[in-house]
């Protein structure tokens, strides 16, 4: 089974995948996301085999890159909270939002994706993306909160990782360090995360000589 890397692939990879196969696997979306995502335990997600809400999912998913295509989306999911549809919509939603950065649209979009969620590991997928919102937005105790609170030990990596960047933001390296080597531990191939971590001498060097 395929995996990704990171949140983003995971989000784009859902539209693509409903532009690619539309309403003709409606039955099997459960059984198709799982092997796109690897999670074992997506197919305990129900989905309802309704075709007028099948149709409008595609037609939210297909304007969602227009304004009035995020506003329908947010009535659609507020709509069809109770099903697997507004799941899905909400990660797409919100990761339009990021991309417009409208962090308070996204973090809205997060926080219904992890409402809605009947699944643990996709709930924690939403709560990694929403901790990057919430320190976008300014609240670093709120962020660290979001990532203390995922369960999957899967994403451990991609928790660590997003603890780091938000400690060199804050210009908390010896924190920052300690996330990326974590995530080494885990991937020592990640080839990202060993360049943000030798970046961070210099961050600090920078920090220090502007203190002096």
């Known amino acids: 089974m395929e995996r990704y890397e990171t949140e983003?692939?995971?989000?784009?990879?859902?539209?693509?995948?409903?532009?690619?196969?539309?309403?003709?696997?409606?039955?099997?979306?459960?059984?198709?996301?799982?092997?796109?995502?690897?999670?074992?335990?997506?197919?305990?997600?129900?989905?309802?085999?309704?075709?007028?809400?099948?149709?409008?999912?595609?037609?939210?998913?297909?304007?969602?890159?227009?304004?009035?295509?995020?506003?329908?989306?947010?009535?659609?999911?507020?709509?069809?909270?109770?099903?697997g549809y507004a799941l899905l919509t909400s990660l797409v939603a919100a990761q339009k939002a990021v991309e417009n950065k409208d962090f308070d649209a996204a973090k809205l979009h997060l926080n219904m994706a992890v409402s809605n969620s009947p699944n643990v590991a996709i709930a924690d997928l939403a709560k990694i993306r929403l901790a990057r919102v919430e320190s976008q937005l300014g609240d670093t105790a709120g962020a660290l909160a979001t990532l203390d609170s995922v369960q999957s030990v899967s994403y451990n990596d991609?928790?660590?990782?997003?603890?780091?960047?938000?400690?060199?933001?804050?210009?908390?390296?010896?924190?920052a360090k300690e996330a990326y080597d974590a995530v080494l531990a885990e991937q020592p191939q990640n080839r990202i995360v060993e360049m943000k971590l030798s970046n961070l001498n210099y961050a600090a060097t920078e920090v220090a000589g502007v203190t002096q």
């Open 8 to 83: 983003e692939q995971q989000v784009e990879a859902i539209k693509g995948f409903w532009k690619e196969n539309g309403t003709a696997i409606i039955v099997g979306i459960g059984i198709g996301l799982a092997g796109l995502f690897g999670w074992q335990q997506y197919n305990d997600m129900v989905i309802e085999d309704k075709e007028t809400q099948s149709i409008a999912f595609q037609s939210v998913l297909e304007g969602i890159d227009s304004e009035e295509g995020m506003l329908k989306a947010e009535a659609f999911t507020k709509d069809n909270s109770d099903s």
């Open 158 to 175: 991609q928790v660590q990782e997003v603890k780091g960047d938000i400690y060199v933001a804050t210009k908390e390296f010896d924190k």
